[in-house]
């Protein structure tokens, strides 16, 4: 991808569209070793905002897994 094609795009969904995992990607692993683990949602939830993830895709991912 070029620059100038890369110019609309934010980093994130440069990365997705080069092959990369997606920050709600990388979360929904997180959740689910974190429960699998024994960890709490809440934990999780704290863990993920103090690491600095977005609190949309946390909710996203947190509601996703738990519905798995």
């Known amino acids: 991808i070029g620059a100038r094609e890369a110019a ?21 692993s997180i959740v689910e070793v974190g429960l ?7 934990q999780i939830r704290e863990s993920l905002l103090a690491s600095g993830y977005s609190k949309q895709n946390i909710e ?5 897994v738990k519905l798995s």
């Open 8 to 28: 609309g795009h934010s980093e994130q969904e440069l990365f997705t569209e080069l092959g990369g995992y997606s920050e709600l990607d990388e979360i929904k």
């Open 36 to 42: 699998q683990h024994g960890d709490s949602a809440k």
């Open 60 to 64: 996203k991912a947190l509601g996703s």
